[in-house]
T-cell receptor, first 109, second 115 residues
Framework: RKEVEQDPGPFNVPEGATVAFNCTYSNSASQSFFWYRQDCRKEPKLLMSVYSSGNEDGRFTAQLNRASQYISLLIRDSKLSDSATYLCVVRLNDYKLSFGAGTTVTVRA | DAGVIQSPRHEVTEMGQEVTLRCKPISGHDYLFWYRQTMMRGLELLIYFNNNVPIDDSGMPEDRFSAKMPNASFSTLKIQPSEPRDSAVYFC?????????????FGEGSRLTVL
């Protein structure tokens, strides 16, 4: 079983729509959680950390459910520039991050 | 500020040839990571260094792969001999210190094609 699993999508949504997707992780001892964004043929970049109480960063909302071992990301009022692959990332210990394969989001005009 | 710098950006080589990928981490970062990304397997950690010392190389696929970090500002990943299944994007990433932060700073990657 993979350490982090994501629905690959793609999620095709019109501008202004809300899109949400989850990822699940297998190791209940996982310590921290993050969403990274990767544009086509570019490197991954940190989008936001995910805190136990849930957190927002502008139009992006992240939630963590430790009991069910899943993390979610919601994008409100989606923009064309939100088109990317979103990588769910779980920190297993002080150095090791485990990356999901990514969920592709395409926002159309 | 300069980010993580990788070279070459693209390399096309023939099976059996030696490939050397290079990385310059962000100055002051004491952790350096080599990742490989493919469509089938996503991002996989190959090896990481702390203060130039290899700490965990359990992700290195086989003996054909080796990595070095002779000083704080330079690391190499070598594949010898290369095989078509090594075709992937190889990312170098760095970060400062231990702790709870998940922010790795990635280079732009080296896209390797082995024919």
């Amino acid at each position: 079983r993979k350490e982090v699993e994501q629905d690959p999508g793609p999620f095709n949504v019109p501008e202004g729509a809300t899109v949400a997707f989850n990822c699940t992780y297998s190791n209940s001892a996982s310590q921290s959680f993050f969403w990274y964004r990767q544009d086509c043929r570019k490197e991954p970049k940190l989008l936001m950390s995910v805190y136990s109480s849930g957190n927002e960063d502008g139009r992006f909302t992240a939630q963590l459910n430790r009991a069910s071992q899943y993390i979610s990301l919601l994008i409100r009022d989606s923009k064309l520039s939100d088109s990317a692959t979103y990588l769910c990332v779980v920190r297993l210990n002080d150095y090791k991050l485990s990356f999901g394969a990514g969920t592709t989001v395409t926002v159309r005009a | 500020d300069a980010g993580v710098i990788q070279s070459p950006r693209h390399e096309v080589t023939e099976m059996g040839q030696e490939v050397t990928l290079r990385c310059k981490p962000i100055s002051g970062h004491d952790y350096l990571f080599w990742y490989r990304q493919t469509m089938m397997r996503g991002l996989e950690l190959l090896i990481y260094f702390n203060n130039n010392v290899p700490i965990d190389d359990s992700g290195m696929p086989e003996d054909r792969f080796s990595a070095k970090m002779p000083n704080a500002s330079f690391s190499t990943l070598k594949i010898q001999p290369s095989e078509p299944r090594d075709s992937a994007v190889y990312f170098c990433a760095s970060r400062m210190g231990q702790g709870r932060t998940g922010e790795l700073f990635f280079g732009e990657g080296s896209r390797l094609t082995v024919l």
